[in-house]
């Protein structure tokens, strides 16, 4: 256990639908991060965030995907509309800002769409 | 950040050492390695990182040669729990941003 949460482990959800996930970091921990994993690849990097300002966002993040850390805290990644292609494990880790940036995984959201 | 290859499987027996090769042979000077594992269905796991010089920690040693174009992470005693898929990264030290993962070794541990 790394100390990194997320919340829920497994979403199942029907096509059209949105999704939120949530995940709380290290409490510490200035840096947050969202990876999508699909099978058999490695994670990619889907946004982070610095405190609440979102710094970085990947093309993969379509206009569906949104992601929020309203006061540098928790987070939530929203699907709206889900694909199929939503299908993946869903990672958050966190990294503390001035020290040695290794991250910390939480255990991932698995979401599926059917 | 420098782009990795690794092999993509390889098995070992249990209680031998487990040695995983990392190529990059575009890393810069103030690149690091990293080494993360994922055992199937959890988040990544840090293992290791260094710069140059060779790292021993709980769970491995990190192995870089003198050009740091490749290093070989060891597991000295492998067993049935180290079975995973090894990411080997380049980044620099402080870069806070992202990890690129690409897609890692299958390390197989078999009794």
């Known amino acids: 256990d790394t100390g990194v949460s997320q919340d829920p482990r497994h979403k199942i959800t029907k096509r059209g639908q949105n999704v939120t996930f949530r995940c709380d970091p290290i409490s510490e921990h200035n840096r947050l991060y969202w990876y999508r994993q699909t099978l058999g690849q490695g994670p990619e990097f889907l946004t982070y965030f610095q405190n609440e300002a979102q710094l970085e966002k990947s093309r993969l993040l379509s206009d569906r995907f949104s992601a929020e850390r309203p006061k540098g805290s928790f987070s939530t990644l929203e699907i709206q509309r889900t694909e199929q292609g939503d299908s993946a494990m869903y990672l958050c880790a966190s990294s503390p800002l001035n020290r040695d940036p290794q991250q910390f995984f939480g255990p991932g959201t698995r979401l599926t769409v059917l | 950040d420098a782009k990795t290859t690794q092999p993509p499987s390889m098995d070992c027996a249990e209680g031998r050492a487990a040695n995983l090769p990392c190529n990059h042979s575009?890393?810069?000077?103030?690149?690091?390695v990293y080494w993360y594992r994922q055992i199937h269905s959890q988040g990544p796991q840090y293992i290791i990182h260094g710069l140059k010089n060779n790292e021993t920690n709980e769970m491995a040693s990190l192995i870089i040669t003198e050009d740091r174009k490749s290093s070989t992470l060891i597991l000295p005693h492998a067993t049935l729990r180290d079975t995973a898929v090894y990411y080997c990264i380049v980044r620099g030290l402080y870069n806070f941003n992202k990890f690129y993962f690409g897609s890692g070794t299958k390390l197989n541990v078999k009794p």
């Open positions: 575009t890393i810069s000077g103030n690149e690091y």
